[in-house]
């Protein structure tokens, strides 16, 4: 896969970062294919946290991923392993070729 790196940001603890890159995938299946492509190679897994509708002009659709390691329980009843990871993982299909509405002479 070819990346494009669009944002560099050092995060406040040693260590940690936030970096937004871009990549040339067309479908939705593509971009599944790298998703566990990447866990197998990170041994990290991500969670479904929450879609977007894909009823909008420019964005074909949009999902958000959550480390495995960060669960959402409100009170913990035993001992869990979740660390509470900030690691997310937000994926966006855009549309590449928009018409504006234009006639070509």
Same mark, same amino acid.
């Given at each position: 896969?070819?990346?494009?790196?669009?944002?560099?940001?050092?995060?406040?603890? $040693?260590?940690?970062? /936030?970096?937004?890159?871009?990549?040339?995938? /067309?479908?939705?299946e593509?971009?599944?294919?790298?998703?566990?492509?990447?866990?197998n190679?990170?041994?990290?897994?991500?969670?479904?946290?929450? /879609?977007?509708?894909?009823? $909008?002009?420019?964005?074909?659709?949009?999902?958000?991923?959550?480390? $495995?390691?960060?669960?959402?329980?409100?009170?913990?009843?035993?001992?869990?392993?979740?660390?509470?990871?900030?690691?997310?993982?937000?994926?966006?299909l855009?549309?590449?070729?928009?018409?504006?509405?234009?006639?070509?002479?």
């Open positions: 896969y070819e990346y494009k790196i669009r944002e560099y940001l050092p995060g406040d603890i $040693q260590g940690w970062f /936030t970096l937004n890159f871009s990549m040339k995938l /067309t479908s939705y593509e971009i599944k294919n790298w998703r566990k492509e990447h866990e190679k990170t041994f990290c897994t991500w969670r479904l946290e929450r /879609t977007r509708p894909n009823e $909008q002009r420019y964005i074909l659709f949009k999902e958000e991923y959550r480390c $495995q390691r960060k669960t959402l329980t409100k009170t913990p009843k035993r001992r869990s392993k979740s660390t509470g990871c900030k690691a997310r993982l937000v994926h966006t855009k549309r590449s070729n928009i018409s504006r509405g234009r006639k070509s002479m």
